[in-house]
């Protein structure tokens, strides 16, 4: 029996390195005007997240945004560059609310290249508008928690729980005197 246990035990460390690296990936910024290069006084505010799956290289973004000079005219992804420098654009918006205050999403397609830079805080979210055509608010996209797969939180429970049997079961396990070991 004890074999039983530690071979439920290798089947489940086998598994970790799977349950570790997951697909999906979130990234997250908070826009303001002090971050867009040249910064500027704004006081519209915002906030823009993603999701990074790693397998498709498909990146899915969605967003709001507050108290804008004037409706948006492009909201974009771009990278690859760190926080105060500028770089092209990845990513555009899809769907837009044409108001001074409202919400976006978009999304597409990236290399292997920009999806690591995007996951190493090399992207930023920006959004123009007449007012502001080279950007009235910015934020750097940071990793903000890896996504688990859908059911692996209950199959990791099961798991351990059934290694904790397996294991409990072979320590209970009577001798050839009649007696448990310890």
């Known amino acids: 029996m004890r074999r039983?246990?530690?071979?439920?035990?290798?089947?489940?460390?086998?598994?970790?390195?799977?349950?570790?690296?997951?697909?999906?990936?979130?990234?997250h910024a908070g826009?303001?005007?002090?971050?867009?290069?040249?910064?500027?006084?704004?006081?519209?505010?915002?906030?823009?997240?993603?999701?990074?799956?790693?397998?498709?290289?498909?990146?899915?973004?969605?967003?709001?945004?507050?108290?804008?000079?004037?409706?948006?005219?492009?909201?974009?992804?771009?990278?690859?560059?760190?926080?105060?420098?500028?770089?092209?654009?990845?990513?555009?918006?899809?769907?837009v609310t044409a108001a001074t205050t409202g919400t976006f999403s978009g999304g597409g397609s990236l290399t292997v290249s920009q999806i690591a830079g995007m996951l190493g805080g090399q992207t930023y979210c920006e959004i123009d508008n007449p007012?502001?055509?080279?950007?009235?608010?910015?934020?750097?996209?940071?990793?903000?928690?890896?996504?688990?797969p859908g059911g692996t939180i209950p199959l990791l429970f099961l798991t351990l729980a059934g290694i904790g049997l397996a294991l409990g079961r072979s320590r209970r396990m009577p001798t050839s005197r009649g007696a448990e070991t310890r």
């Open 31 to 95: 826009l303001t005007g002090a971050q867009v290069v040249p910064p500027n006084g704004s006081v519209a505010t915002g906030t823009c997240d993603a999701i990074v799956n790693t397998s498709t290289l498909q990146v899915t973004f969605n967003g709001a945004f507050a108290s804008l000079a004037a409706p948006p005219t492009s909201i974009t992804i771009r990278g690859l560059a760190s926080p105060g420098a500028v770089a092209p654009v990845l990513l555009v918006h899809s769907a």
């Open 131 to 148: 007012f502001f055509p080279s950007g009235e608010i910015r934020g750097q996209l940071t990793q903000v928690a890896p996504a688990l």
């Open 4 to 27: 039983h246990g530690m071979t439920c035990l290798l089947v489940a460390l086998s598994m970790a390195p799977g349950l570790a690296v997951a697909a999906s990936q979130f990234v």
